[in-house]
């Protein structure tokens, strides 16, 4: 019995595994930590590639006078080059051309789309009123990503990324959209 209190009271004042249980302790908050700052890492950087695609997608259309379908798709097709190596399975593009008339209101001359919905012509469009220049066309460029974490279950969900632009067409008043 006596042997049994001495070995009780030597492992009471040990402490030499004071540092292997606070590793213990604090290894599950520091790997926590690092897959957060590993999902937080690529959806900044998905989130600056749909910026860029925007803006691409953007002026790559401005510059035409004309465009077809085969240069629509090689337009929308850009997209997908400026998000690799990201999967290009989440990403909807949207560009239409919105027409500003005399009265200020904003209306969709035509819209395509990769993967999303386009807009329907002659719809109404809400354009900021600085932008709302009397007899003017704009290019809008919308581009989204719908990302789903690595790591899924430290977070809510999929997070949807998007971002539009408008810029005036460069060297023509309204740009001609043809379908043969």
Known sequence: MR?????????????RGVAAIEFAMIMPVFLLLFLASIDAGRAIAIYMKVRSA????????????????TDMQQ???????VMAPYSISPVAVVISEI?????????????????GTARAVGSPVNIPAT??????TLI?????YKYTPLFGYFSVGAITFADNLYVAPRSVASITRLSP
């Open 3 to 15: 042997r049994r209190e001495n070995t009780c009271r030597r492992f009471a004042r040990s402490t």
């Open 54 to 69: 925007t803006f691409s997608l953007d002026a790559m259309a401005n510059q035409y006078t004309t465009i077809h379908d």
């Open 75 to 81: 337009i929308l097709g850009a997209t997908s080059v």
């Open 99 to 115: 027409a500003v008339s005399a009265a200020g209101k904003a209306t969709v001359t035509w819209s395509d789309t990769l993967k």
């Open 131 to 136: 932008l709302a220049t009397p007899n003017t």
């Open 140 to 144: 809008l460029g919308e581009v989204s």
